[in-house]
C-alpha cells in the first residue's frame, strides 16, 4: 500500500449524478464526529507520530484538514460569486510548517471543523444543477474545476486524511 494515498488518488466520474453528489456532500457531513471519534484518545506521542517517514505528524494532519477545508468553503463562494475566478492558492507545506500546525492543541481545529462543515454542509444542499457547473480555475497548472467535482475532491480529501490517521491509531 502506498501510505501517500492510502484510498488511492481521487478519480472524478466523467459523469457527476445526483447521486455522486448525495454521497460525497454525506462524506463531508460526516468527517468531523469521525475525526473527533478517532483522534479523541490520541496520546501526546501518537499526536506526534508520523503516519509514514517524512509525512504529517497527527497534529499536522488535523490542522491540515481545517486549513485546506475553510480555503475550499470560500473557494465555493467565490465560484458562485464572480465568473471562472482564478482562486488563491496556497503552499500547504509551509503551512503544516508553522507554529500553531505544530503545536496548538488539535480542539481548537476540531471544533473548527465541525462548526464549518456543519455550515458548508448547509450550503452544498443548496446548490442547484446548474450551481455544480460553475467553475474556478486553480492556478497551479491552469486547471478548471466545476463545483461538483469539487465536492467530491473534498469528500475525497476527508477520507484520505482520515486513514492516515487510522494509521497512526493502529500503530
Not at 5 to 31: A, M, Q
Request: hydrophobic share 40%; with cysteine; net charge negative.
Amino acid at each position: 500500500m502506498d501510505l501517500r494515498y492510502p484510498i488511492g488518488k481521487f478519480e472524478c466520474p466523467k459523469i457527476i449524478t445526483s447521486d455522486h453528489i448525495e454521497r460525497w456532500i454525506s462524506d463531508v457531513e460526516e468527517l468531523p464526529a469521525k475525526l473527533s471519534n478517532l483522534v479523541s484518545t490520541f496520546s501526546e506521542k501518537q499526536l506526534e507520530t508520523q503516519y509514514r517517514a517524512g509525512g504529517w505528524t497527527a497534529r499536522q494532519v488535523i490542522h491540515h484538514i481545517h486549513d485546506s477545508h475553510h480555503n475550499g468553503y470560500i473557494r465555493f463562494k467565490w465560484a458562485l460569486t464572480e465568473n471562472r475566478p482564478m482562486i488563491k492558492a496556497y503552499d500547504q507545506q509551509l503551512w503544516a510548517e508553522l507554529f500553531d500546525t505544530k503545536s496548538a492543541p488539535i480542539h481548537l481545529s476540531l471544533n473548527l471543523i465541525q462548526a464549518l462543515h456543519a455550515k458548508w454542509v448547509y450550503f452544498l444542499k443548496g446548490l442547484s444543477t446548474h450551481d455544480l457547473k460553475k467553475e474556478f480555475i486553480h492556478p497551479e497548472g491552469d486547471i478548471t474545476i466545476s463545483l461538483g467535482e469539487d465536492i467530491g475532491i473534498y469528500a475525497w480529501h476527508g477520507n484520505h486524511h482520515f486513514a492516515h490517521l487510522q494509521i497512526i491509531a493502529q500503530l
